[in-house]
């Protein structure tokens, strides 16, 4: 590689870097307004283009309308995109929140495990009574 092919590599670079600098701000003050309660965060978290609108909503406790209602409005601020999934189109986050300081709260898998099977407790015979054993 030249140096001139090296130069015109570094400075679309460099305008890279100071663009998304300076749109920082801009960026956070949206998101800020655009997730302002805790179920958005969650969703607009979640929201990485792995998960349908139902899921999600399971995991942020909301109705998958609910879920559609956010990522129009998100869509319409730029702040994601949509993506092609198998069954129509996906909403996907442009950003992550924690890169802009800003926390989701944690989510409670909503997995279903078998519960052991417990053993009746046994009762003793009175006197007088007649005591099954083995059943």
């Known amino acids: 590689m030249s140096e001139q092919d090296t130069e015109q590599v570094k400075i679309p670079r460099e305008i890279l870097k100071w663009t998304k600098f300076s749109g920082m701000k801009g960026v956070k003050e949206v998101l800020d307004s655009a997730v302002n309660i805790d179920q958005k965060k969650i969703v607009y978290q979640l929201s990485d283009g792995s ?4 899921e999600i909503g399971q995991l942020a406790k ?9 990522w129009k409005a998100w869509l319409k601020q730029s702040l ?24 989701a709260p944690p989510v409670q898998q909503t997995t279903t495990t078998p519960q052991p099977t417990a053993t009746p407790p046994v009762e003793k015979a009175d006197a007088g009574q007649t005591e099954l054993v083995g059943s």
């Open 51 to 54: 998960k349908g609108g139902e």
């Open 62 to 70: 909301c109705s998958d309308k609910t879920v559609r209602n956010y």
């Open 80 to 103: 994601g995109h949509t993506v092609s999934v198998r069954g129509g189109d996906r909403f996907k986050r442009d950003f992550d929140l924690e890169d802009f300081g800003i926390e």
